[in-house]
């Protein structure tokens, strides 16, 4: 598997596998310590398949028993999947954020912004230093 | 004695699981049957009725209940409520404090509680003078020079808040697109900004709990249309850097609106005009004592700035010489009010308490009345400190902040904490809010609550967190047992509500 890559809001990122680097596809979700913080998932809205987003911006909307969050998309670039699992089933965001309970795909529109983000090393220790 | 009944450790259980005197109540539909009925009406006789393929003929599936079991059932179910005036109700940034029974009185006097709004202006002249005084006494507190009290709560004072910012940026030539919301904001905040059409980004805080003015000051650009701020916000602190914040808003062309739902810390201490604030909703229904929920609707007036005042919503009260005048209209006066919020001219009942609790506190009043909110919350900040983690250090407004750090290591978590404090016979804070804090615990005393009921308050909560060891953590993960249900599935209510009782099948998920 790629390695993922972690923003500050406790979202990550990472390369579909074979994806070429002028075409690279991204796969975005949050992070077990994420989905700790906001409890049982209730609902998750995500974004229409085609649209255009930008780093930075409200990609989609999680529920939980506790409160409604934001998530922000850590890359830029066009949507072109969504799993519809999870909005299905929401609670597979709690037991399986890496996986199973990823978000959506997008075709990256400028790959780096990766460099930007912060490796599992640097966001374990950025984990580490909010408790 | 037969030894059986009379023993401690045997209860003979209740068939219909009752407790007590407390009822187990089925629903409603679940009740009677629906040959009966409140009403015993004659059966027509020699009419036939002209209905023909549009008459029913299944079941309408309404309950059938008589006129004692109606009054019964409600009653029973009012029974399970909680509500101020059977105690303490602490929950942070929503004011909860005592409904005094001269306003309900006032109220009800017929010369108010017995008008209606499509009644000639002649008729209504008290009433009238009545809405021009509390303009007065509002406009006086919050030192802004216009006042709309039309708006029916706190959501809608924002929304009209947000509704004047557009409609004056946008007769300026310059309509802007984007809303800032501090990140400790009531959820209300973006959801008003995003309604009124705006696109919202969340300011952060910084360490201390106040907004992080250097990350706001990066964030104005010529597209921001309005910032959002409570103050003090929903951390229970004073925004300090206020004048340094409305300069920065200014100097961008934006707008400063501020939520009032924290007004009962700082009334009659701090005119928010002073403060560089150009536009702010109040909630009579916190800060002046107008009941909350199930005891009465909200009100929130929208107070501004003269250079928004053109553009406050209809209708307004007008004094001249011959007396009061309603300006319903545009075209009246004014060409530039964006219209009405809602119909006719706002929550009457609401003034009418809102004015009686103005006057019987006075200014003088008012003034203690945020003095002993303060000194409330502190006292309960201090009772509590060294049981339970605080994220942010030094004296607090109206409401303390407290976390489950500390509580953490034993397994206990937040959620626990309101759960065994209803146990011990307490309504729990507000959990989980603001979102900027991890296992949020927000208490607001408010100030009528006495010295005494702060301290079994306290002393609940140091049971609690004193409980928190490994060989009664079970117990209070299990709260509360002693209500007439235990905890509920919150997950699975919110994943799989069920909405609407249907026939036959009882309760179903649609």
Redesign the interface.
Known sequence: MRKAKYTKDHEWVRLEEGGEKTNAIGIVGITDFAQE?LG?I??VELPEVGITVQKGDEAATI?S?????EFFTPVSGKVININNTIIDD??LINSDPREVGWFFSLELADPSELESLMDEAAYESFVTSL? | MNKEIVSDTKMISSTATNKGLHIEEALIFEQGSTDRSGVDLPEISGRSDRLGKLKRLDQIGLPGLSEPEIVRHYTRLSRNNYAIDIGLYPLGSCTMKHNPRLNEAVARLPGFSNIHPLQPPSTVQGAMALIKELEEWLTALTGFPTIALSPAAGAQGELCGLMVIRSYLEKQGDPRETVLVADSAHGTNPATATMCGYRTKSIPSNDSGTLDLQALENMLDNKVAAVMLTNPNTCGLFEGQILEISDAVHKSGALLYCDGANFNAIVGKVKPADLGIDIMHLNLHKTFSTPHGGGGPGSGPVAMTSVLAPYAPLPWIEESASGFTITEHLGDHSQQSFGRMRAWHGQMGMFVRALSYLISHGGDGLRQVAEDAVLNANYIRQGLHKHYSMPYPGTCMHEVLCDDQSLKPAGLKTLDVAKALIDQGFHPMTIYFPLIVNGAMLIEPTETETKEILDQFIDAMITIANHSTSENIAALQNAPVHTPRRRLDETKAARNPILRWLQDTGPSAT
Do not use: L
Not at chain 1, 65 to 69: E, F, H, I, R
């Open positions: 913080q049982d209730v609902f529920e028993v506790k409160a409604a969050s929401p609670g408790s």
